[in-house]
């Protein structure tokens, strides 16, 4: 059994196991663990057992402890599926995303910059807040109470023992030890189908999403605004409850390039995304990001690759979409950054319904900004999701849209102390029960076409309608 003692990391075996003989390791050094016989006590403690691959969606699906939290990065390089909680960072209050922002930062600064905390933010933490997000505050991140990870072609199972000042270590090695005993670790579980999808309603209705498009043009007319994003929210009901993870799992198209993310902080109600989109990744002082904007449905081009490129670099009004988010992005990483490296080139990224507009971005961030607050305060929401001039289109957004966006639109992914990772909340779901409420948007500058704009989101939430209705259409 190896103990790095600096990191708090305890490792029971060298070798990679199945992963039932790696909760029996795991289990074994968590009742051997004795902190008096290290030279000072840690909150926090590192159980990480390599394991032979599995299917990190099967596996979670069959846990029974929440919340449960699962991530995928858009190059499939890193992902992360975790159960209950060692360690909960929640914010309730309104206010500015900014002071939500600053907050989290200020409380992983005191956290072990070893682990990773999953969750999300609100779109905009001063807007009204409804019932239909009661379990989604200002910000939710968890540190998993066991995580299984694929990271750099390993496969890990962690345990993480956090001790918090006046707690009792034995209790909490009790917990820990209570939840590997109830882990369901079976080689295979049937997959339950999807219930019959009941009803399916839009709100707005098409009548009202033209007339609020309207409203927006109007803006673009009077010089008020340049571009805004209206979203919709589709609401299915089923014939019985069930659990989220079945729309990853049932995902028809595993190689499309989208980011995953669950966020199920108890049974049955969780938030769930295939965006496309990156906000930022960070690594110490350097970022990566990107302008994700305009887009061509490929049904109307018979679904060819080729052809859905040519349209998009062809069409002056996608460029001009894409262009004022590009912009927008370059401009405001200026005052934090000691260099910007914006491509030149528009470059296509193909998913299997719709095609977009995309430019990558680098940068190096000033020492006195380089933490997640000031980034999250800098990019969101990107014009992409928000609007420009920004302020004014989250007002106009809160006017203009019959329903609360949540979590919708906003930075979702994992953050630690010196690194972190999210992605924009698009193209997703809020699960409740036998019900399902799609949000998709679509971007809006002068020229748009309303009913255009309608068959957009149409398409941008294909992908969850044929899982809905069990078919791959």
């Not at 992963?19 to 902190?35: C, G, T």
């Not at 800098?378 to 420009?388: D, F, K, N, R, S």
């Not at 068959?455 to 259409?473: N, P, T």
């Amino acid at each position: 059994m190896l103990m790095r003692e600096q990191q708090n990391i305890i490792i029971p075996e060298e070798e990679p196991l199945p992963i039932d003989r790696a909760v029996a390791a795991l289990r074994k050094a968590i009742q051997a663990y004795d902190p008096s016989a290290v030279n000072r006590s840690p909150a926090l403690c590192i159980f990480r057992q390599r394991v032979l691959p599995a299917d990190p969606l099967i596996w979670l699906f069959r846990q029974r402890v929440f919340p449960r939290v699962f991530w995928m990065n858009r190059e499939k390089d890193c992902t992360l599926a975790g159960i209950g909680s060692a360690d909960w960072i929640r914010h309730e209050a309104r206010g500015s995303n900014s002071d939500s922002f600053d907050l989290l930062v200020r409380t992983l600064s005191e956290k072990d910059p070893a682990v990773r905390y999953i969750g999300g933010f609100r779109f905009n933490n001063m807007e009204n807040q409804d019932e239909t997000w009661s379990a989604f505050p200002s910000f939710s991140f968890v540190l998993p109470l066991v995580l299984y990870a694929e990271e750099k072609d390993c496969s890990w199972l962690s345990c993480h023992l956090y001790v918090k000042k006046g707690e009792d270590i034995g209790r909490k090695k009790t917990g820990l030890l209570q939840t590997l005993e109830a882990l369901d670790l079976r080689a295979d579980a049937a997959i339950p189908e999807i219930p019959g999808l009941k009803q399916v309603s839009c709100i707005p209705d098409r009548k009202l999403w033209v007339e609020g498009c309207r409203k927006a043009l109007g803006l673009f007319a009077s010089g008020e605004m340049d571009k805004i994003m209206l979203a919709r929210r589709t609401v299915l009901e089923f014939s019985d409850s069930f659990s989220p993870l079945l729309y990853l799992i049932r995902y028809p198209y595993p190689r499309n390039a989208t980011f995953r993310f669950c966020y199920e902080p108890m049974e049955n109600h969780a938030f769930i995304s295939f965006t496309p989109e990156r906000l930022y990744r960070r690594d110490g002082q350097m970022i990566l990001t990107e302008a994700l904007a305009g887009t061509c449905l490929k049904e109307s081009v018979n679904g060819n690759d080729l052809h859905a490129s040519e349209i998009l670099l062809n069409s002056e009004k996608d460029i001009r979409e894409h262009g004022f988010v590009k912009e927008a992005i370059f401009r405001e990483l200026q005052p934090v950054s000691s260099s910007v490296e914006m491509e030149e080139n528009l470059r296509v990224l193909q998913l299997n319904r719709l095609a977009h507009l995309y430019t990558c971005c680098k940068a190096t961030l000033k020492p006195e900004y380089s933490s997640d607050s000031a980034v999250l305060s800098v990019l969101h929401p990107t014009p992409a999701v928000g609007g420009v001039p920004k302020e004014d289109a989250m007002q106009h957004i809160m006017d203009l849209e019959p329903f609360c966006r949540g979590w919708y639109a906003a930075p979702v992914g994992w953050i630690s102390r010196d690194s972190a990772e999210f992605s924009v909340g698009i193209r997703s779901a809020l699960v409740t029960e036998e019900f399902t409420n799609l949000y998709s948007g679509a971007g809006l500058v002068e020229g748009s076409d309303p009913d255009l704009e309608w068959d957009e989101i149409e398409q941008k939430i294909g992908d969850l309608m044929a899982i809905a209705r069990g078919s791959h259409e």
